[in-house]
């Protein structure tokens, strides 16, 4: 599902690189904690997935497509192949949770019907069905970061990339929303955590772990 | 109810609503840019064509000799009527000739009551087409007719005013467009305002995989919607503000004040249609790089 080969990132303005040939292959269905402390480049490697950023030397492959020979056009049709999750939630705050779940269905194109259908059933996954039409800024952190998760479920992505996502979470909400990204919920999807977080690490049993540091990555057992 | 599944129309309209302040501001702004191209355009229109009716005035008079009998003058006039660039030829007799001069003199028309013979000769009055050429070679053409004593032009300085016309236009085109594109620099200045304004929301919508073209029918339509929302505002404000000006005063040339900003009944349409115009190019100009969905994150 994920291939990265000797990826490279720099930056104009930081003498280290961010990501030093960073080699990783992560197959389809795996779950794969991501780990290391603040400034390691797990953001980097991450928006190197989505394609928000393009590697400075080596090649990222997500799903057999490699990012640094996809069009921009074509680039909004991958990312709806995936679903994003970050520590900031990044909801539309004045729409309701209903809105916000569909925005992810609505820039697909999906049809109305098929809109109302699947963002009932994952907010009914994310136990917030009854919340459909409240304002998103008016929900607590752990219910937001749930939005935030039925969103990058409902388009039923290949790849789920999450960034930090209980870093905003007390313990009990980190626990909850650890369990939706293991579930059944996420229809065998990949999923990749980067977390700096190594409580959470025992919450997922067999998961893989890799760790970066300094730019380094290194597997870990 | 929750909307779902809006196209641009309904997701301009909601994100209009979502910033009314936003609105206003854009609205304001088109509002005075279309409102100095209205005035600039109402004025363009009206002295074009007060200067098209000087130039078919008439231009040629055609003096009779006294030896000419009683109809020699309508012969003449048809056949005159007949030359490439002459619009009209119509006879006065003399005495028909004098009524109008006492006319002319107005209040001094006292000063003709003690003529005991009519002085005015019979002739023909000449109006010439507009841009026809009133040169000398059509006066000498015709004072070889018989019956012909001279041919004197009506207003030696309407040729100066013609030109002056034809150079006026080409400048009136040319600061049209740098209008128009200031109108275009306003509108994509507003747009990008309007962009910069709701960054977190587009990156969102990037994010889960929005098209660029997804993003921009909205401001597109946000635009023109404003634009034409401009252009109602700023036909407005002119009708009342020209009503207002429109004082009988008299101006050079024989202008009134009451023509020169007399409201076109064709203004407002051609103000909609220049705001539509410069809102989907400023538009397209405004979101411009904006909306690349690498840059944009």
Partial sequence: ?221 | MIAVGRGPLGRAWRQMGEDIWLQAVAVSTLCVALAIMGTYLTLCLNLGAAASRLLTGPTLLVVLTPEAGPDRGPVLARELSRLPGVATASYVGRDEALVRFRRRLGPQASLLDDLEVNPLPNGVELVLAPGAPAGPELAAFIKNRAGVAEVVSGRPWLKRLERAVSAGGDLAVALGILLFLGVVLVTSNTVRLAVHARRRQLELMALVGASPGYMRGPYLVEGMLQGLMAALLASLLLWVLFSLLSAPAALPLGLRLGQVLAFPPLLPLCLAVLAVAATLLGGFLGVGRSLRPREML
Avoid at chain 1, 61 to 76: C, N
Avoid at chain 1, 124 to 147: F, H, I, N, Y
Avoid at chain 1, 151 to 179: C, V
């Fill in chain 1, 1 to 221: 599902m994920i291939r990265l080969e000797q990826v490279s990132k720099s930056y104009p303005h930081r003498d280290e690189p961010a990501l030093k040939r960073v080699s990783l292959a992560i197959p389809p269905g795996q779950f794969v904690y991501l780990t290391g402390p603040s400034g390691a480049g797990k953001t980097t490697l991450l928006r190197l997935l989505y394609g928000a950023e393009l590697p400075t030397a080596g090649r990222v492959l997500v799903g057999g497509v490699d990012l640094g020979r996809l069009s921009p056009g074509k680039l909004p049709l991958l990312r709806r192949r995936l679903g994003l999750v970050f520590q900031d939630f990044r909801l539309l705050p004045s729409r309701s949770v209903f809105e916000n779940v569909a925005l992810s269905l609505e820039v697909a194109g999906v049809e109305r019907r098929q809109i109302e259908h699947r963002v009932s059933e994952v907010l009914e996954q994310v136990k917030l069905k009854d919340m459909a039409s409240a304002p998103a800024d008016t929900l607590s952190g752990g219910e937001q970061q749930r939005v935030a998760l039925a969103r990058a479920l409902a388009p039923g992505p290949d790849l789920i990339l999450a960034d930090e996502p209980t870093g905003n979470l007390d313990p009990d909400n980190a626990l909850a929303m650890m369990r939706l990204l293991v579930g059944d919920y996420v229809g065998g999807a990949t999923v990749l955590v980067a977390t700096h977080d190594p409580t959470l690490l025992s919450l997922v049993r067999g998961a893989r772990l890799v760790h970066l540091e300094r730019g380094l990555l290194e597997e870990m057992e």
